[in-house]
Every structure is written in structure tokens, then in C-alpha cells.
């Protein structure tokens, strides 16, 4: 069984830059979450795909956007890149929203 | 709104003594409650969860937590500690308003001292 898995593991970017992060979902699985953590706090939910459709969405502005393709793999795509935005991105794969398994995240950082 | 709070930054507890991390929550509905481990350098790992039924849970590593529906608590606990049970310990909540979204708290820190 294959884990969560998420490329690249770190990307560095400049203010105004648009980027794509990747991710691909543990096998089985039918639903992707996507989140943004920033040092020393809790992961924040930016959204979620459930069968290739956003089901829920985080307190993220419309910049922050994402994909779920047929075989569950899911892209983020942030827009208009700010400072603030400099994170750990985590995706996590479940069973329509159950338990989830978390890769080991994309390290962004904005300069 | 929905919310989630861990009031601890930080616990401190010697090996072999019992552990308890706080998580209180506030939702609509009825709750599904989780509890997720971060060691250094690895990935968020799932511990365990409340979906409904007995309110004590038991999960991985010798972990369980406590459903309290009046107290809106979930605290997470340990018969014995161990010195490896060291980490960052985030409680989560899944709400369904508007869409489902998962709430993390702020996290705390376990420190085990042999």
C-alpha cells in the first residue's frame, strides 16, 4: 500500500508568482484535503475534494485553488503569491472524510 | 463557528506517570473528534478518533481519549508515558456547515522526562 505522497518537498518563489503543488492519495482513497501550516501552529484547512468535487473550503481567499483528477491525485494552486503565504503545505488522503493520512508536506517559501 | 482549543502549549510529565492533553471543541451537531500526532521530522500521524458509540476511545501507542458530550471535551490520555511518546499532539474536529471542513487546534507539546 502506497502512502500520501507530495512533490516537490521544498520550493522557493517570488511575490506575484503563481505555483503548483502536488499530491497523490493513498490508495483506496476518494477524498483530498488540503492545508496550510505555519510554524509553530496547527495545520489550517484550506479545502477539500471529495470524487474530483470541492466539498468544503477553508477561511482562504479565491487565489488558493485546487484539482482532483479521476485516479484521486490533487493539485493547490496559489495565485498572486504573498508573503504570508511562506508554509508547510499539507495534503491528506481519507475515505470520504474519515481518519486522514497526511504526506510529509511542501515546504513554500516566498521572498 | 465551529472551533477547536488545546488551552496547554506545552505538557510536562515523567516516564511511567499517566498523561492527559485537553482538547475542547465547539461545533453544530454531533461531532467527529480526532486526535493526530507530529514527531520531529515525520509527517502527521493519526492517533485515533470519536465518531459516535462508547466515549471512550482507544487508539495507537497505548493512546485513548474521553468523549464528553456535556463538557464538549476530548481529552487525550496515557496510563503510563514514555519517553518516546514525546511530540506535538493536535486535537481535530469535522464540521459539516456550508461543505465539511476539518478544524485543527494550536497543538501541544508533549515533553516525557526518564
Known amino acids: 500500500e502506497t502512502g500520501v505522497t507530495q512533490s516537490p518537498t521544498h520550493l522557493i518563489k517570488t511575490r506575484g508568482q503563481q505555483v503548483t503543488l502536488r499530491c497523490s492519495s493513498q490508495?483506496?482513497?476518494?477524498?483530498v484535503s488540503w492545508y496550510q501550516q505555519a510554524l509553530g501552529q496547527g495545520p489550517q484547512f484550506i479545502f477539500q475534494?471529495?470524487?474530483?468535487?470541492?466539498?468544503g473550503r477553508g477561511n482562504f481567499p479565491p487565489r488558493f485553488s485546487g484539482l482532483q483528477f479521476p485516479n484521486y491525485s490533487s493539485e493547490l494552486n496559489v495565485n498572486a503569491l504573498e508573503l504570508d503565504d511562506s508554509a508547510l503545505y499539507l495534503c491528506?488522503?481519507?475515505?470520504?472524510?474519515?481518519?486522514?493520512?497526511f504526506g510529509p508536506g511542501t515546504r513554500l517559501t516566498v521572498t | 463557528a465551529q472551533s477547536v482549543a488545546q488551552p496547554e502549549d506545552q505538557v510536562n510529565v515523567a516516564e511511567g506517570n499517566p498523561l492527559t492533553v485537553k482538547c475542547t471543541y465547539s461545533?453544530?451537531?454531533?461531532?467527529?473528534l480526532f486526535w493526530y500526532v507530529q514527531y520531529p521530522n515525520r509527517g502527521l500521524q493519526f492517533l485515533l478518533k470519536?465518531?459516535?458509540?462508547?466515549?471512550l476511545v482507544k487508539g495507537s501507542y497505548g493512546f485513548e481519549a474521553e468523549f464528553n458530550k456535556s463538557q464538549t471535551s476530548f481529552h487525550l490520555k496515557k496510563p503510563s508515558a514514555l519517553v518516546s511518546d514525546s511530540a506535538l499532539y493536535f486535537c481535530?474536529?469535522?464540521?459539516?456547515?456550508?461543505?465539511?471542513?476539518?478544524?485543527f487546534g494550536a497543538g501541544t507539546r508533549l515533553f516525557v522526562k526518564a
Open positions: 470519536y465518531i459516535t458509540g462508547d466515549n
Open positions: 475534494y471529495y470524487r474530483e468535487e470541492e466539498n
Open positions: 491528506a488522503s481519507s475515505l470520504a472524510g474519515d481518519e486522514q493520512y
Open positions: 481535530a474536529v469535522r464540521a459539516h456547515t456550508g461543505g465539511f471542513k476539518t478544524i
Open positions: 461545533v453544530s451537531g454531533n461531532p467527529y
Open positions: 490508495s483506496g482513497h476518494n477524498t
